[in-house]
């Protein structure tokens, strides 16, 4: 890769490890390194409609090889020119099966008009690092790289491999680099388990990091069309069969509906887990739905009291997208509306379109789903990686408790689990739980946050890579 990619700081970085002991490496030259790469890919536009994957995972690839990888060891693969994913393996000595970490190189757009500061270029002010992506999920790309380098020149020698792969189009867009390399090229990323940083990380509250959510489970994405049709005619005969009449009755009745409540063995460990950090008024509710059967008292107080403890507890399905008539002064002829479900992982697609069916209660409304769901089977609560991954924040975030949890949206994980790989999601930056501003204008993540987030990388992998 061109020398012109590799930043001032990973020159400084490289020589001084290469002039002295890898015990005297300074959390300061990491974290010098590990800005410089964040920028680099902050800058590099990603997004689907004007940016390249490829061109972010070559400058990637070019710090691994600069830190000492082989190339043969560091490939940009994928079908697509802009769409490329960067897949690096670190080498052990295979006393254990490889594990894979993971991280998504695009990001959505950001116009410039809307945010108070370039989306485009990474601004540190206040404690904060701004920039798209920050958060989802440039920052722990970087912090992985920045990991991996540190690693490999402290001449570290795993006892199984470590594969990384940053990937493309997990935002969106036509060539997931994840599905690619499952259909395409499976034996590079072929792995016991799956490390994922897009989704759980340290709750930061007033300050405080409270608590490091691990993802076991997400909920599986699915979305109906709700059609109504009719012959219509002229606006200035209106009938009382009017297809919008119909279809805003309907809607009217979905909005009262709501799914059964139910926990699985990763939201009976969230809660249990939660009892313990929650505040008096949570705290009995959770400790009940920590244990079976399903108190229903319990579950209905904490659904009530947050949109996040309802979406743990049940599926859910809202209208997003409406449309209807085809002239100001015709009759509507037909009217649509586009419900999006996030359905609990044991259900199926076709139990929520026949409760839609019956919620609706009208023949002439026609439900149908506008693509098949991918199912996401949960991940087994291991408990050595929940011990790996505890050994690794302790000398990070101190005594912070890991709690499992099952993410209410989506992320590249749903692939890995539906081909035989278990998936845990885990990024070592802490977030602000009251200040989540991903896919939203002034993205950020405090800066500190960030640093903490390499070392914990780097502790993980070590601690991975040792069996422990």
């Given at each position: 890769?061109a020398?012109?990619h590799l ?12 002039a ?5 490496t300074?959390r300061?030259?990491v974290?010098?390194?590990?800005r410089d ?10 997004t ?16 691994l090889t600069?830190?000492g990888?082989?190339?043969?060891d560091?490939?940009?693969v994928?079908?697509a ?11 052990g000595?295979g006393?254990?099966?490889p594990?894979?970490f993971i991280a998504?190189?695009?990001v959505?757009e ?6 108070t500061?370039?989306?485009f270029?990474?601004?540190e ?6 920039g798209?992506g920050?958060?989802d ?15 490999r ?7 199984r491999?470590?594969?990384l792969?940053?990937t493309?189009?997990?935002?969106g ?17 072929d792995?016991?388990y799956?490390?994922n940083?897009d ?9 405080k990091v ?7 489970a997400?909920k599986?994405?699915t ?6 049709k ?5 606006s200035s ?5 009017n ?6 009755a309907?809607l ?10 139910r ?5 009976r ?6 009892s ?6 949570e705290?009995?509710a959770?400790r ?6 399903l108190?229903?008292?319990?579950a209905a107080?904490?659904?009530?009291s947050?949109?996040?403890y309802n ?15 085809h002239a100001?002064n015709?009759?509507?002829q037909?009217?649509?509306?586009t ?11 076709e139990?929520v ?14 439900v ?11 991940s087994p ?13 302790r ?12 993410e209410?949206?989506a992320?590249?994980?749903l692939?890995l689990?539906?081909a035989?790989?278990?998936?845990y999601?885990v990024?070592?930056?802490?977030y602000?739980?009251n200040d ?5 204008k002034d993205?950020r993540?405090f800066?500190?946050?960030?640093y ?7 502790q993980l ?7 422990r």
């Amino acid at each position: 890769m061109a020398a012109r990619h590799l930043g001032p700081a990973l020159v400084v970085y490289l020589l001084a490890l290469s002039a002295a002991p890898a015990a005297q490496t300074s959390r300061a030259d990491v974290d010098r390194l590990g800005r410089d790469i964040l920028k680099e890919l902050i800058e590099t536009d990603t997004t689907h409609s004007s940016g390249s994957t490829t061109i972010a995972a070559e400058r990637m690839a070019a710090r691994l090889t600069a830190a000492g990888f082989p190339r043969a060891d560091v490939q940009v693969v994928g079908g697509a020119d802009r769409k490329g994913n960067l897949v690096a393996r670190y080498r052990g000595s295979g006393a254990g099966k490889p594990v894979l970490f993971i991280a998504h190189l695009d990001v959505v757009e950001a116009k410039r008009e809307d945010w108070t500061l370039d989306p485009f270029v990474l601004t540190e002010r206040d404690g904060f690092f701004y920039g798209r992506g920050t958060l989802d999920v440039k920052g722990g790309a970087a912090s992985l790289v920045t990991a991996f380098a540190r690693l490999r020149q402290e001449g570290f020698k795993p006892d199984r491999d470590l594969i990384l792969a940053l990937t493309a189009d997990e935002e969106g867009g036509p060539d997931n680099g994840v599905q690619w390399l499952i259909t395409n090229r499976r034996d590079l990323i072929d792995a016991e388990y799956c490390i994922n940083f897009d989704s759980g990380g340290g709750e930061l509250r007033d300050g405080k990091v409270v608590a490091l959510d691990v993802q076991a489970a997400e909920k599986v994405f699915t979305s109906f069309t709700l059609t109504v049709k009719n012959s219509g005619g002229h606006s200035s005969l209106p009938t009382k069969e009017n297809a919008i009449y119909r279809l805003a009755a309907g809607l009217q009745r979905l909005s009262a509906f709501e799914f059964p409540m139910r926990t699985s063995d990763v939201t009976r460990a969230y809660f249990a887990a939660m009892s313990k950090l929650a505040p008096a008024s949570e705290a009995a509710a959770m400790r009940a739905l920590g244990n079976q059967p399903l108190d229903q008292e319990a579950a209905a107080r904490l659904s009530a009291s947050s949109p996040f403890y309802n979406a743990l507890l049940r599926t859910t399905c809202v209208p997003t997208l409406l449309q209807g008539g085809h002239a100001e002064n015709a009759l509507p002829q037909t009217a649509q509306a586009t419900v999006n479900c996030r359905m609990l992982p044991d259900d199926s697609q076709e139990a929520v379109q026949q409760a839609l069916v019956r919620a609706l209660a009208d023949p002439h409304i026609e439900v149908a789903p506008i693509r098949q769901a991918v199912p996401s089977p949960p991940s087994p609560l291991t408990p050595d990686v929940f011990r790996a991954i505890a050994d690794a924040a302790r000398p990070v975030y101190g005594d912070a408790p890991l709690v499992p949890f099952m993410e209410t949206g989506a992320t590249d994980g749903l692939l890995l689990r539906n081909a035989g790989t278990p998936v845990y999601g885990v990024n070592g930056i802490a977030y602000d739980v009251n200040d989540v501003r991903a896919h939203g204008k002034d993205e950020r993540i405090f800066v500190r946050s960030y640093y903490d987030g390499i070392e914990f990388a780097y502790q993980l992998m070590k601690r991975i890579a040792d069996g422990r």
